[in-house]
């Protein structure tokens, strides 16, 4: 089993920044996936950015230019910087962790990001 931690949520006014943390645990030998979704209130959840081991990303383009994923292959840790916060923007952001192949991942139990404006 794998458990996922993340940190770093919080509220920020329109304009601002915070970094997501987020740390797996456990039976990490097969992880290759990481990455962040978020899930607005009356919507579905979606991906915001993923990020495999070998470096290679995936950014949803509402973020691109204004969130960056980033990875520690050795703490197993996905990071996700966010500049220029909108209310837009406000939403449970969770982390997954999927192992190579699986369809499914391990998530985490989410942190709250609200933006103001």
């Known amino acids: 089993q794998v458990q996922i931690v993340e940190s770093g949520g919080g509220l920020v006014q329109a304009g601002g920044s915070l970094r997501l943390s987020c740390v797996a645990s456990?039976?990490?030998?097969?992880?290759?996936?990481m990455g962040w979704h978020r899930q607005a209130p009356g919507k579905q959840r979606e991906l915001v950015a993923a990020?495999?081991?070998?470096?290679?990303?995936n950014v949803d383009d509402s973020v691109k230019g204004r969130f960056t994923i980033s990875r520690d292959n050795a703490k197993n840790a996905v990071y996700l910087q966010m500049n220029s916060l909108r209310p837009e923007d406000t939403a449970v952001y969770y982390c997954?962790?999927?192992?190579?192949?699986?369809?499914?991942?391990?998530w985490g139990q989410g942190t709250q990001v609200t933006v103001s404006e």
């Open positions: 456990g039976n990490t030998a097969n992880i290759n996936v």
């Open positions: 990020c495999n081991r070998g470096g290679n990303t």
């Open positions: 997954n962790a999927k192992d190579l192949g699986a369809q499914y991942g391990y």
